[in-house]
C-alpha cells in the first residue's frame, strides 16, 4: 500500500474522532474542564505542600499537568473499549485500510485534545499565580515531555483496551489511575513520605517528568538532570505497548 | 463465471469447541447462497473467515479468486459485509458514515461524497440529515449498513444475518434491497436461521450444522426431502382418534396419542382446510384445535441430521 493511502486513511480516521467531538461538544468540554478543577482543588481547597520551598502552586501546576498525561491513559482507554464494542470496527478490518489507521486516528485526536488540556491548564495556573521562569524554549520543552508522557500512556491505554476489552475492567483502571497517579511527586516531595513510599514515589516514571518540567519551568521540585529520564522512561513504555498494542490490533479476532 | 467462494475442507478451533468441522462450498458467480444453520452451526465464523476477520486453521478459503488467508488484501478490495451488528458509526449521520467508507476505499473526497449521496438516495435514506445512526430505526439502520457495503460495488457481499432483530416491515425492506442488487452481478452469500428468507432470497441453500455442511441444494429439492405443509388436528375427545385418521387427506397421516393430535401431509392447503373441517363436523367429531403449517426450519434439522446418524449408524 502507498504511502499516500496510509497517510489519508490515517487522516481520515482522525477526521472521525474530531467529528465525534463535533457531535459531542459537552463531553469535550467536560473532559477539559475536569483537571482544571482539580488543579483548583489542590491549589485551594487541600492545600499540601510539605516540604517544599516556595509557592505551593508554582510545585502544584507542573504536577498537575503531569498527573493530567497519566490520567489521560484511562480516557484512551474507555474511547477505544467503546469503540471495539460496536461492528463498526468489524467493517474497518474488512476494508482494504491501512492497519492501524483506526489506532492512530484515536492518538492523533488524543493528543490534540491533551495539547489543548495544557495550554488550558497553564492559562488558569497563571491566572492562579504560577509563572514559568525558565523562558520560551525551555517552557516548549517542557511542554514536549509532558506530552511524550501522554504518549506512552496513551498506548498502554489502547493495549489495555484491547487485552481487557470490557467495561468492567476500563471501571477498575478508571480506579487505579488514582493510587497510581497520587504515587508520585505530583502533589508533594518524596522526602516529605515515609521511607520506603518515598523511594516507591522517585522511581515513578511519572515523578521523572514532573521533576524535569519543574527544572524547566524555574519551578520549585525541579532538579537538574530528570530531562534523560523524563524522555527514556515514556520510550521504554512505548517501545513495550505500541507493538503489543498494533499486533493485538491485527489480530483482535483470530 | 468463475466461482466466486470457494472452502474446502475449512476447519477452524476456539479452545475445546470445532466450530468448523472441514466445511466445503462452492458458490458460483452472481447467484446467491443461502447458508442455513440454527445458532452455534458455524455460520458467522464462516464469514468472518470469508471477510477476512478470522484466520481458519486449515482448509483452502478463496474469494473472488484470492486466497484469503496469502491475499487478504485483494480479497477485501472485493468484498462488502454485512455482520449480525450494525458495522456502522452510530455517533455519525448516515451521510458521514457513507463518506467516510468511501474515502476508506480510497475513492478520493468528492467521490466519495457523490457516492454517499447516490446510496443515501438507492436506500431511501437521503432525507436522514445530520441525524446521528443511533437514532435511526432497526431497518434504517440495516439500510445504512448494507449501503455501507456497497460503496465499491463489490464482487462479493456477505450477508450474515442480515435481517435477524428487525421487524416484518425491515426484513421486507432489506429483502427488497438484496434482490435489486443481485440484478447487478454482485454474488450474495447469506447466513440465515430462518427457512423462509433462504427461500425467498436464495438460488442455492447449504444447510450448517455443526460446523459442516450436511445438506445442500436449491430450496425446492431440500424441502422435498422435508416433506410439504401438514395438517394437524388436536381432538377434544382422544377415543376418537382412529376414526379421524381415516378422515384426513392422503395415507400418511400420524398419530400422536398424548397430544390427541392426528396429523398429514398436504399439498393444496385450502382446500385440505377446507376438506377436513368438513369431513369431521358429519362425522360429528369435535376438533379442539386445526392447523395447517410449513415444514419449520427444526423439522429439516431432524429430518437431515437424523438420516446422518441413521446412516452412520448402517455404516459402522
Known sequence: MSAAYVMSDCWTMTRRELAHWARQPVQVVVGLIFPIMMLLMFGYLVGGGRGIEGEYVDFLVPGMLTLTMVFGLEGTMTAVTQDLDKGVIDRFRSMPMADGAVLVGRSVADMIQSATGLLLMTGVGYVIGWRAHGGFVAFLGAMGLLLLLRFAMLWIGIHLAMIAGRAELVQAVQILVWPIGFLSNAFAVPESMPGWLGTVVAWNPMSATATAVRDLFGNPGGEPGHVVAAVVWPLVLLAVFFPLAVRKFRRLSV | ?316
Do not use: C
Open chain 2, 1 to 316: 463465471m468463475t466461482d466466486a467462494i470457494v472452502v474446502e475442507g475449512a476447519r477452524k478451533r476456539y479452545g475445546d469447541k470445532q466450530a468448523l468441522d472441514g466445511l466445503g462450498l462452492v458458490v458460483g458467480g452472481g447467484t446467491v447462497h443461502g447458508l442455513l444453520g440454527p445458532n452455534g452451526a458455524g455460520k458467522t465464523t464462516t464469514v468472518r473467515i470469508l471477510a477476512t476477520l478470522l484466520r481458519h486453521d486449515e482448509g483452502l478459503v478463496r474469494v473472488a479468486g484470492f486466497d484469503v488467508r496469502t491475499h487478504a488484501a485483494d480479497v477485501r478490495r472485493r468484498i462488502g459485509l454485512l455482520g449480525q451488528h450494525a458495522a456502522v458509526d452510530e455517533e455519525l449521520g448516515g451521510r458521514q458514515n457513507l463518506e467516510m467508507f468511501g474515502r476508506l476505499h480510497h475513492l478520493g473526497a468528492r467521490r466519495a461524497g457523490a457516492r454517499a449521496d447516490e446510496l443515501l438516495e438507492r436506500f431511501g435514506l437521503a432525507d436522514t440529515g445530520r441525524k446521528p445512526v443511533k437514532r435511526y430505526s432497526g431497518g434504517m439502520r440495516r439500510r445504512l449498513d448494507l449501503a455501507a457495503s456497497l460503496i465499491t460495488e463489490p464482487a462479493v457481499l456477505f450477508l450474515d444475518e442480515p435481517t435477524t432483530g428487525l421487524d416484518p416491515r425491515g426484513r421486507g425492506e432489506v429483502w427488497e434491497s438484496v434482490r435489486s442488487l443481485v440484478g447487478g452481478g454482485t454474488t450474495v452469500l447469506l447466513t440465515t436461521q430462518y427457512l423462509e428468507e433462504a427461500d425467498q432470497l436464495a438460488d442455492r441453500i447449504s444447510v450448517v450444522d455443526r460446523g459442516r455442511v450436511v445438506a445442500d441444494g436449491t430450496a425446492d429439492e431440500l424441502k422435498a426431502r422435508v416433506g410439504g405443509d401438514r395438517i394437524d388436528v388436536v381432538l377434544r375427545d382422544a377415543r376418537r382418534l382412529d376414526e379421524a385418521t381415516k378422515l384426513l387427506p392422503g395415507s400418511e397421516v400420524s398419530v400422536d396419542r398424548d397430544r390427541r393430535r392426528v396429523s398429514a401431509p398436504v399439498t393444496d392447503r385450502m382446500a385440505a382446510l377446507a376438506e377436513t373441517v368438513r369431513a369431521l363436523e358429519a362425522a360429528g367429531i369435535e376438533a379442539e384445535d386445526i392447523a395447517l403449517r410449513r415444514p419449520t426450519l427444526d423439522e429439516v434439522f431432524l429430518h437431515l441430521t437424523g438420516g446422518r446418524e441413521q446412516a452412520t449408524e448402517v455404516a459402522a
